[in-house]
């Protein structure tokens, strides 16, 4: 993609996750507006619940991955609230542990909250009642008379926004933004999701209402027409007639993909890359399949996707879609395919669990669980466990199983895949990180990997990546934990610019670790790659903030 044309789209579809990545180029644009679309006004219906004197219909719905029950009773504090007493610490490294209210009266008769689009309410929580920090999320789920769900949200609760409320609480008001329902409810909740944190003693939920507000649409106010581009003209890029890569038998797609990755490196042409372009969109009142189509009429170039997906933590499965059979892997495949049928280059990292702690949990229908969010739990000496001999060796061949039904689908639609796992190993936030394992053993659990998918799962569609985190210093440094020639087709590396502001001098480790990585591609012959890189706000692990951002033209010093 052109720079001029990079100005213009980047500011509007970026969001958390890799950007730039393998050089390559976009199909050619239609020559289209950027799309603008306003809240149509709508004649919502509206509700108010008070808990000066009772609960007002609500009850006690449930809980999920929490151990023992919860009170939950009407109380007096902060002019009438719910008062829900949790005791998270039994489940203080769960990533999810869910307590469910109910509103008990939509059962009796269906509560009508057509065209509403917003659910709020003033959470009260004690900070002295947690020792070990982490975060709160809160759900709304929602079915109609006809039993189909009709809202499934879950957004964090951003405790930075708590405002002081006295005797030591603090308060932080939750707005949700829900689909708007055609019909009424017959099934409505409000949750709230503990996320690693060992809180103890009451939580209280105020003022709740569901209601109709107009909302920003989220996207910037840009006037400007998205210009058609020339596509790459084949004819001029020097393709190898073969490229060695990883697995000798590779499709005679996998093998064209990685010789035309190796051409376009040596263009000025750069890809336009999104993390979860097809499986989180954020502008659901758009029509499009993803946030970038939405915009450009297009799909990014690299389609990324995380094994995340595969265990529900960034994929959801409807009702409808669990009654019918549909799994997650082949539902991430459905959505993927769109846009590898328009040529887009797919890639899969994994955030893969603790599987120490998964072997502790009770099977699931004879399987492991690998539900949940734990890379960054790095207790149990995983990597030496996980390798053959090892207690954790069927654990984790497991989940590369789940990982390769995906694949597999994959394969038999012809789709070539940048397989990375391990990222950021040369950090140590995850348990495969440089403080967990040594240099030996990291390169034998990355070999051991490569074996299993090719030699034993058979599949021949992956193009291999080895992405530590950065700056890197030199080439040297960017050796010490490669795993080798042998295992390895694409050469990158994460690095993310945290609390940007003018005149900081972070593009300077950034320009020094991409001289260091093209420097070891050349001696190595691989593709060289930015496998990750944006922007990281605040301490919630966000990426752009939604608002006060200094460094506005962050991207195109990127670029």
């Given at each position: 993609m052109k720079l001029d044309l990079l100005r213009k789209v980047i500011p509007l579809t970026l969001s958390a996750g890799m950007f730039l990545s393998v050089p390559a180029v976009l199909p050619q644009l239609a020559d289209l507006p950027v799309v603008s679309v306003s809240q149509a006004e709508a004649a919502a219906k509206s509700v108010n619940w008070e808990f000066k004197k009772d609960l007002d219909g609500w009850k006690y719905g449930g809980k999920w991955a929490y151990k023992g029950k919860p009170e939950v009773k009407q109380s007096a504090k902060f002019g009438g609230s719910i008062e829900v007493n949790v005791d998270y610490s039994p489940v203080a490294d769960s990533t999810w542990s869910e307590v469910k209210l109910e509103y008990g009266k939509a059962a009796e008769k269906p509560v009508d909250l057509t065209g509403a689009n917003v659910v709020s309410y003033d959470f009260y929580y004690r900070p002295a009642n947690m020792t070990k920090g982490g975060q709160f999320k809160t759900k709304v789920y929602a079915k109609d008379t006809k039993d189909a769900e009709v809202i499934n949200v879950a957004p964090d609760i951003d405790l930075e926004k708590a405002k002081d409320a006295?005797?030591?609480?603090?308060?932080?008001?939750?707005?949700?933004?829900?689909?708007?329902?055609?019909?009424?409810?017959?099934?409505?909740?409000?949750?709230?999701?503990?996320?690693?944190?060992?809180?103890?003693?009451?939580?209280y939920i105020g003022k709740l209402s569901a209601h109709y507000e107009k909302l920003p649409d989220g996207y910037a106010n840009v006037k400007q027409r998205v210009k058609a581009q020339q596509p790459v003209d084949a004819a001029k890029l020097s393709i190898a007639a073969t490229a060695p890569v990883v697995d000798k038998d590779a499709t005679p797609k996998t093998a064209a993909t990685y010789a035309f990755l190796k051409a376009i490196a040596a263009t000025p042409d750069v890809i336009y890359g999104h993390q979860n372009e097809m499986n989180r969109k954020v502008a659901k009142n758009l029509p499009g399949l993803s946030d970038t189509y939405d915009m450009v009429r297009d799909f990014s170039g690299i389609v990324g996707c995380d094994a995340l997906a595969l265990t529900g933590n960034e994929l959801e499965l409807t009702d409808a879609e669990r009654a019918a059979g549909e799994t997650y892997s082949a539902k991430l495949a459905r959505l993927v395919l769109p846009a590898a049928k328009?040529?887009?280059?797919?890639?899969?990292?994994?955030?893969?669990?603790?599987?120490?702690?998964?072997?502790?949990?009770?099977?699931?229908?004879?399987?492991?669980?690998?539900?949940?969010?734990?890379?960054?739990?790095?207790?149990?000496?995983?990597?030496?466990?996980?390798?053959?001999?090892?207690?954790?060796?069927?654990?984790?061949?497991?989940?590369?199983?789940?990982?390769?039904?995906?694949?597999?689908?994959?394969?038999?639609?012809?789709?070539?895949?940048?397989?990375?796992?391990?990222?950021?190993?040369?950090?140590?936030?995850?348990?495969?990180?440089?403080?967990?394992?040594?240099?030996?053993?990291?390169?034998?659990?990355?070999?051991?990997?490569?074996?299993?998918?090719?030699?034993?799962?058979?599949?021949?569609?992956?193009?291999?990546?080895?992405?530590?985190?950065?700056?890197?210093?030199?080439?040297?440094?960017?050796?010490?934990?490669?795993?080798?020639?042998?295992?390895?087709?694409?050469?990158?590396?994460?690095?993310?610019?945290?609390?940007?502001?003018?005149?900081?001098?972070?593009?300077?480790?950034?320009k020094d670790t991409m001289t260091a990585v093209d420097s070891f591609t050349k001696e190595h012959n691989k593709v060289g790659a930015v496998t990750e890189v944006g922007i990281l706000v605040g301490n919630t692990g966000g990426a752009l903030a939604k608002t006060g951002n200094k460094r506005l033209d962050w991207f195109n010093e990127a670029l």
């Open positions: 006295g005797g030591g609480w603090k308060v932080v008001p939750v707005k949700i933004q829900v689909p708007q329902t055609k019909k009424p409810l017959t099934y409505f909740m409000v949750s709230i999701v503990a996320n690693q944190t060992d809180y103890k003693g009451p939580l328009q040529s887009a280059i797919v890639t899969m990292s994994m955030h893969m669990p603790n599987f120490a702690a998964v072997a502790k949990r009770p099977l699931v229908n004879g399987k492991y669980d690998y539900t949940g969010y734990s890379p960054n739990d790095t207790s149990g000496n995983v990597v030496q466990r996980i390798m053959p001999g090892g207690d954790l060796n069927k654990v984790y061949t497991g989940y590369l199983d789940m990982v390769a039904d995906f694949l597999g689908r994959m394969q038999d639609a012809d789709v070539p895949v940048l397989f990375r796992p391990f990222h950021e190993n040369t950090g140590s936030w995850f348990w495969w990180g440089a403080a967990y394992c040594t240099p030996s053993e990291f390169k034998n659990l990355y070999r051991y990997t490569v074996e299993y998918m090719r030699d034993t799962k058979h599949l021949h569609n992956l193009l291999y990546v080895y992405s530590p985190g950065g700056p890197v210093k030199d080439a040297a440094e960017y050796a010490l934990r490669y795993p080798g020639d042998a295992f390895i087709d694409i050469c990158g590396f994460d690095m993310y610019h945290r609390d940007p502001a003018v005149g900081d001098t972070w593009f300077d480790g950034f």
